[in-house]
């Protein structure tokens, strides 16, 4: 019970105006991550005009066929750049569902972004042959970095 207390004083902090404008952000940066991964990813259940909510979720099924790549391989490999994974396989088995909040500024989104097309060239590489389907970076990740000290 007491975590509702958070959500109840979050509210209250932004008033009606302010849950208006999280709500509006919230659906905006939604919207301006599905229109920048479109290109690269199917996209599912989008309404008119490929518009969708506060969430979206990319289809990450058809690389099981083509590479072997599954959403967890993809979420393990967002953890290399610094990202906890989106939530995977709800409401779709296979899929990983993007909901920025409405408090992540524009360079965040678009690191998160850079981070996906990246992925998805590493996917690519996986099916054009030019790395072996069970050992490349997305089925070793996530990777383990030594920081080397200068002093």
Known sequence: ???LLISYAYIRMLGYNGVRHAT??????ANYMRAR?????DILYTGTGGTCAHEF???LRPFKKSAEIEAEDVAKRLMDYGFHAPTMS?????TIMIEPTESEDIYELNRFIDAMISIRKEIQDVI???VHPHNNVLKNAPHSYKIISRD
């Open 37 to 41: 991964l479109q290109n690269d990813f």
């Open 24 to 29: 509006e952000y919230a659906i905006l940066n």
């Open 57 to 59: 979720i990319v289809d």
């Open 90 to 94: 709800f409401p779709v088995p296979g």
């Open 1 to 3: 019970a007491s975590i």
């Open 128 to 130: 054009d042959k030019k």
